[in-house]
């Protein structure tokens, strides 16, 4: 891991240029230059933390959520088969689902967007399961707290469409650091990297500068398809295996680091802040 003087966020470069002989920006006598600022690159760190299987466990809540909403919007019942939710984006899944039943083509295309709609409201109804059944995973709420406090930039990079990630942060809690304007969502594209893009392009755009560094980024999740999306964007990740897979399952999928849990916030602070 490469140790980098930070810069405060935001902050820009005001120091004037020395002019030589032959430039163009050279004062003539009596006259004066403007002096150009150059937004710097954003030097603190960013955290984009992943939701089911890192920060938060929702158990089967998002299985009865999408089961729900498939019956209600094709009038099938979900495909009793195993299928791994881990990573996708919400509309993956939905199209995954619809194509189980028989659904494909131009019509999952009309219907992936109503089924995504009946989840949201089927969340609603759930309300009060999610508030009773949500389990905030190991290290997780002094964690958010503790990084916070160190100067990080955190938001998330989830599959789960905007609406049902504020619910899920909500019931557990775990919202208050978190810049959850500016993240990436399953409603935002089905492209898990796509969202990593567009969490890097909106946070950059609230901190007021041109670009964030890579070095200073993490992804932190859950499964191999966290591991591909920091992959894709040049960033580094931490995977962690509390949600459905273990540790020897995330280990040799390019990750800086993998580790069993969250619960040593001592260690996993110095690491992502470092």
């Known amino acids: 891991m490469h140790s980098t003087a930070g810069r405060p966020l935001g902050h820009h470069c005001a120091d004037h240029p020395i002019p030589h002989p032959g430039d163009s920006d050279v004062i003539p006598p009596g006259g004066s230059v403007t002096v150009r600022r150059v937004p710097a690159a954003d030097r603190s760190p960013v955290l984009l933390w992943d939701i089911d299987g890192t920060l938060l466990r929702t158990p089967g809540l998002g299985v009865r959520a999408f089961a729900r909403a498939l019956e209600s919007v094709t009038g099938h019942p979900i495909a009793r088969t195993t299928y791994d939710f881990g990573g996708k984006t919400d509309p993956v899944i939905a199209r995954d689902l619809l194509a189980a039943v028989g659904v494909e083509g131009d019509r999952a295309d009309a219907l992936v967007p109503r089924l995504l709609a009946e989840v949201e409201r089927t969340y609603d109804e759930f309300a009060d399961d ?145």
């Open 130 to 274: 999610l508030r009773r059944t949500i389990v905030r995973l190991p290290g997780v709420p002094e964690l958010l707290d503790r990084c916070h406090a160190a100067g990080a930039v955190q938001s998330v990079v989830t599959g789960n469409i905007r609406f049902v990630a504020h619910r899920k942060l909500q019931a557990g809690d775990v919202h208050h650091r978190l810049l959850l304007d500016h993240g990436g969502y399953g409603s935002d594209h089905h492209e898990r990297a796509e969202l990593v893009r567009l969490a890097l392009a909106r946070l950059a755009a609230h901190r007021g500068v041109d670009a964030i560094d890579p070095e200073r980024v993490w992804v932190i999740g859950d499964t191999p398809r966290d591991a591909a999306c920091a992959r894709d964007n040049g960033v580094r990740c931490l995977l962690v295996a509390t949600g459905t897979y273990d540790e020897t399952a995330l280990q040799g999928l390019g990750a800086e680091h993998v580790l069993a849990d969250l619960a040593d916030v001592e260690s996993v602070v110095r690491l992502l802040t470092a």
